[in-house]
């Protein structure tokens, strides 16, 4: 495999060729530069990238390959695909860390996921082999960077059979660990250490705010799916939709003196269902799907919502996925959550 000579990152960054001497690396490689001279994020003939340009995918980063370390992920959370400047298309991941005791939650970001292989790709509540390290430019204590290669679906999905137990019994220290006020007021008096992943318990549903995203409307009418995005090897993906629906819960947590949250979904799940049932320029069944299934439905379950915070402002909370066993599994009591 040849070197790259001649080509000068900014400060630290700086290009290196490959690890592995493979034709698939070799690919994904020129792929990665591609994209930066795409995005101007790179020129040739010695003149510096910018300072924010990140080398994806851990093919050309000059970190040694020791800094990472294995870990066995639990998945509970993917986001709907947003685009980046720098690596096209990001999905962030979240669950928990379960070959460690205790568990804790973690953030797998950035995740490229469409555009990993199949082999590599996986479910909601799939258990995942990864190698991983710790963020340098994240200063949530939950955020850690993955080695795309290494990323290694097992197979074993918990399922949500007899009334979610199974799943219970992983989360089962994290059912009275916090709420949202004391993520809020923690996340604002330490930006830089807070908690930034919980499975949070909402005392109240106020209201619920399903509508259409006036975005997902004007990229519909223009086809944006239908934009490949170019590499030096040809077409390598389908640009996505942005989401299809805004969902919010405006909700009161367990803190007795709350005045209540309201915090977005942007679950993959929820809009990826939206998206199949968007019919033409009817927007109806999709509305109806969600109303049923992410709102109606949890009338009769233990509703929790699995949160997680914005980087750049750590005080915003969103909701990354939904947990909704049968009443009665988790004994900590309910009554009922909908105003």
């Known amino acids: 495999m040849p070197s790259v000579t001649g080509w000068h990152g900014y400060g630290h960054h700086c290009l290196v060729r490959p690890p592995v001497s493979d034709f698939d690396t070799l690919k994904l490689w020129i792929s990665s530069i591609a994209r930066l001279i795409q995005n101007r994020s790179l020129v040739i003939h010695n003149r510096p990238m910018l300072p924010s340009t ?146 949070v318990k909402p005392r109240k549903i106020e209201k619920v705010t399903l509508d259409i995203n006036p975005d997902y409307r004007k990229a519909h009418e223009k086809g944006v799916d239908e934009e490949e995005v170019l590499t030096l090897f040809g077409p390598e993906f389908h640009r996505v939709y942005p989401s299809p629906v805004s969902l919010k819960y405006k909700y009161y947590c367990q803190d007795a003196n709350c005045r209540s949250h309201t915090q977005s979904v942007i679950d993959w799940e929820v809009q990826a269902a939206a998206y199949k049932r968007w019919v033409g320029e009817d927007p109806r069944e999709a509305l109806e799907f969600i109303q049923d299934r992410f709102i109606e439905h949890f009338k009769d379950r233990d509703l929790w919502f699995f949160v997680g915070n914005v980087h750049k402002r750590p005080a915003d909370f969103m909701i990354l996925s939904f947990f909704y066993p049968k009443r009665g599994v988790i004994n900590l009591g309910q009554s009922t959550l909908f105003a």
């Not at 020791?66 to 695909?81: G, H, R, W």
């Not at 690596?87 to 804790?104: F, Q």
């Not at 479910?123 to 949530?140: A, F, G, L, Q």
């Not at 199974?166 to 006020?181: H, I």
């Open 54 to 199: 990140s080398l994806i995918l851990g093919c050309m980063t000059h970190h040694p390959h020791e800094a990472y370390e294995d870990a066995e992920v639990l998945i509970m959370a993917k986001t709907y695909p947003t685009h980046s400047r720098e690596y096209n298309e990001l999905v962030c991941t979240a669950g928990l860390r379960i070959d460690k005791i205790p568990y804790t939650f973690i953030r797998l970001y950035p995740i490229p996921f469409r555009q990993l292989e199949r082999e590599s790709q996986y479910s909601k509540w799939e258990i995942i082999n990864v190698r991983i390290r710790k963020r340098d430019n994240d200063h949530r204590p939950e955020s850690y960077e993955v080695e795309p290669r290494s990323i290694h679906p097992t197979g074993n999905i918990i399922r949500p059979k007899d009334g979610w137990r199974d799943r219970c019994s992983y989360l089962k220290d994290f059912f009275v660990q916090t709420d949202s006020c004391t993520l809020f007021r923690n996340a604002k008096a330490n930006k830089t250490g807070a908690q930034s992943l919980a499975l």
